[in-house]
Nanobody
Framework: VQLQASGGGLVQPGGSLKLSCAASGSIFSINTQGWYRQAPGKERELVAT????????YVVDSVKGRFAISRNSAKNTLYLGMNSLKPEDTAVYYC?????????WGQGTQVTVSS
């Protein structure tokens, strides 16, 4: 499974961004997809997940109500819509895919929230 993330950038506090993650390869083997982030000096943390069967979603409390995870199965693309962005949302965002054989990571896309 190969993952290609895009959509990061510089945005002012209160602004919005939408990240995308295109999957290719053995996509039929993916069970769950998700977004993680890693801020400078901090460990990588989970942001949101979505199951491939049923599209059940989970969003961590710190971004609940502001971020939404979704996917377009026809395009094999995962999304993370981010609204009301805060400076503490600044991080490198990584997409992730979990299969029965292991997990895969995209290359990361930088999101910077600053005035």
């Amino acid at each position: 499974v190969q993952l290609q993330a895009s959509g990061g950038g510089l945005v002012q506090p209160g602004g919005s961004l939408k990240l995308s993650c295109a999957a290719s390869g053995s996509i039929f083997s993916i069970n769950t997809q998700g977004w993680y982030r890693q801020a400078p000096g901090k460990e990588r943390e989970l942001v949101a997940t979505i199951t491939n069967v049923g599209s059940y979603t989970y969003v961590v409390d710190s971004v609940k109500g502001r971020f939404a995870i979704s996917r377009n199965s026809a395009k094999n693309t995962l999304y993370l819509g981010m609204n009301s962005l805060k400076p503490e949302d600044t991080a490198v965002y990584y997409c992730n895919a979990q299969t029965n054989d292991g997990q895969y990571w995209g290359q990361g896309t930088q999101v910077t929230v600053s005035s």
